[in-house]
């Protein structure tokens, strides 16, 4: 049966406008102060990205204009803002380091074929169903990671702080650099970015609904045009084109398997920072307000952003989830708030880009300092060390990966690390044995017990998938049970309640162990799934049709029933 939204704009129309409709009159006045809200920072804040990215500065405006509305229409999340980001500008600058100078034309137009390359990932992932991917990328490294591109965006904006020279390499490097150069520290550059740093802080102390960053560019434009600051040795933007993005495939001429190889490495590498993030964000938010949510949909919002991005000249876009808080701390509820944004910024492309012109590059420099500070989630490094301090070390090896290495290498090593987290827990389950206590309740007891519910019989619980990794410790503890237990075991039973798979390794071992022992092999709380694995492997043929069970207790009673049959046959 159709909803109201659907009469109202067609199934199609419903279909592409999800993250916007329903929409109440009484909601709209609230979504367009909200995207109103989001401009006065975001729009700071995607020129700072530009800094990060080494692009020009109208670009990150782009990322917020076409991209934007995109996602708007085509997207699952009713939250998320799309635009620039911190992480996959620091990837791609990382990545186009020494294939293409900061400012050449070749250097914009291999921004843009990344662009489109991370939405063809995005739409492959769609294709295939990809959006769990999302989750083996643990909190564990992806704090790390964060933490790392934090460490390195807030080191290398020191120099256009200070307004010496900047310097080149890891963030060890650059800060050696901005130390040998102290005696050169421009006074009103400096000056400049201290009053940055309080204005913005004294706004957010007042209120986190001050846009200090956007106040801050005002600001600094008007002291800069009114006491021609350039003519004192402060440097500003300079001309900032105008008018819409031109819209076309990006130039970038004829193009060798190395540097092909090359780009779709750095694409690989923000579509996964895209995935995981995304994903992260618009979950949190989709169980906040208990809404449906489509990863997969969400995918191919993405990934028609990304071809607006590399389309009409900007560079890859991302969830943001600061500007999505931003968002949802104004009132913000649906993708509406996102298209006003879009619209504030054509607003300043036709007619504001100007000014621009007068601001002092020692604002962005703070402006993305901070941004990069905010990024360093010390407290998430804190927890980690508290409740699980082995993970801890593995956050902080990833941070040091991001700073002394690279972005690019940070994130492929957060992929392998948050795999081997994974097998890790999988690796070594902590499997038990079911007993009975002094009144008769079934409690876990250690493997190493030799716990029996009952005499020979014996309940082996294992807590997790039997797969490949986990097979060997399957079998020497099951080898253990068998052969050191006094009286020997009659019946072996697997408590396949944790077990939701059975990988060819582990049912090629089950078989070895009980295909010719005197001991019989039962199951309880095995699912569909586990029974028809069990049948193709042909363990069922070892178990017997009578020897699956819902509950312990089944078996326990089955037990007791045939012993008691055992003792009461005839002896000859």
């Known amino acids: 049966m159709e909803s109201d939204a659907e009469k109202r704009t067609g199934r199609f129309g419903h279909y592409l406008m999800s993250a916007i409709l329903p929409l109440t009159r009484k909601q709209i006045p609230v979504e367009i102060l909200a995207?109103?809200?989001l401009a006065s920072i975001a729009i700071p804040e995607v020129m700072g990205y530009t800094q990060i990215a080494g692009m020009?500065?109208?670009?990150?405006l782009y990322t917020i204009l076409i991209p934007t509305v995109l996602f708007a229409f085509f997207g699952s999340s009713r939250h998320l803002v799309v635009g620039a980001d911190s992480a996959t500008a620091a990837i791609m600058a990382a990545g186009l380091a020494g294939m293409a100078v900061i400012g050449d034309p070749q250097y914009e137009a291999y921004a843009g074929i990344l662009a489109l390359m991370a939405a063809g990932f995005l739409f492959i992932a769609r294709l295939v169903k990809l959006g769990f991917l999302a989750d083996f990328l643990s909190r564990t490294v992806l704090i790390g990671f964060l933490t790392g591109v934090g460490i390195q965006v807030?080191?290398?904006?020191?120099s256009g702080m200070l307004g010496i020279p900047d310097g080149t390499g890891n963030p060890v490097l650059t800060l050696v650099n901005d130390?040998?150069?102290?005696?050169?520290?421009?006074?009103?550059?400096?000056i400049i970015s201290l009053l940055v740093l309080l204005v913005v802080v004294v706004c957010r102390r007042i209120s986190r609904k001050l846009p200090g960053e956007l106040i801050a560019v005002i600001l600094s434009i008007v002291a800069s045009y009114w006491l021609h600051l350039d003519q004192s040795g402060v440097k500003v933007l300079g001309a900032v084109p105008g008018g819409l993005p031109a819209i076309g495939l990006p130039n970038i001429g004829t193009v060798n398997f190395a540097t092909l190889y090359r780009l779709t490495g750095i694409a690989f590498s923000m579509f996964i920072v895209i995935l995981a993030q995304s994903a992260a964000t618009a979950r949190a938010y989709a169980i906040r307000y208990k809404e449906k949510l489509d990863v997969n949909l969400d995918l191919v919002g993405l990934g028609l952003a990304n071809i607006g991005a590399g389309l009409s000249g900007a560079f890859v876009t991302n969830c943001s989830p600061t500007k999505t808080q931003i968002v949802d701390s104004a009132g913000g509820r649906t993708q509406l708030s996102n298209i006003i944004t879009s619209v504030v910024t054509l607003l300043v492309l036709l007619f504001l880009t100007k000014p621009l012109a007068f601001m002092p590059k020692a604002v962005l420099a703070t402006v993305v300092f901070m941004i990069g500070v905010a990024m360093i989630d010390l407290k998430g490094m804190r927890n980690i060390?508290?409740?699980?301090?082995a993970e801890f070390w593995v956050a902080l090896f990833t941070v040091l990966v991001v700073v002394l290495i690279g972005v690019e290498q940070g994130i492929l090593l957060a992929i392998i690390l948050s795999l081997l987290i994974h097998t890790r827990h999988g690796y070594k389950p902590k499997n038990g044995l079911i007993s009975l206590d002094k009144d008769g309740k079934p409690h876990i007891m250690a493997v190493d017990s030799y716990a029996e519910i009952l005499p020979g019989l014996m309940i082996y619980q294992f807590h997790h998938s039997m797969y490949y990794a986990n097979t060997e410790l399957m079998e020497v503890e099951?080898?253990?049970?068998?052969d050191g237990s006094d009286p020997p075991i009659t019946w072996f039973c697997i408590d396949a309640t944790a077990v939701d798979d059975i990988d060819f390794s582990a049912a090629a071992t089950l078989r070895e162990l009980f295909a010719t022992r005197k001991v019989r092999l039962v199951i309880v709380a095995a699912d569909k799934h586990i029974r028809h694995e069990l049948d193709v492997s042909e363990i069922s043929n070892i178990i017997g049709e009578d020897g699956f069970f819902e509950t312990a207790a089944e078996v326990v009673e089955a037990y007791s029933a045939a012993t008691l049959a055992e003792k009461e046959k005839p002896k000859r």
Request: proline share 6%; aromatic share 12%.
């Open 56 to 60: 020009p500065v109208v670009t990150g």
């Open 154 to 158: 807030a080191v290398s904006q020191f």
């Open 478 to 482: 099951i080898l253990r049970l068998l």
């Open 179 to 190: 130390f040998k150069h102290l005696g050169l520290i421009h006074p009103y550059t400096l």
């Open 385 to 389: 060390f508290k409740e699980r301090s």
């Open 35 to 37: 995207g109103v809200t």
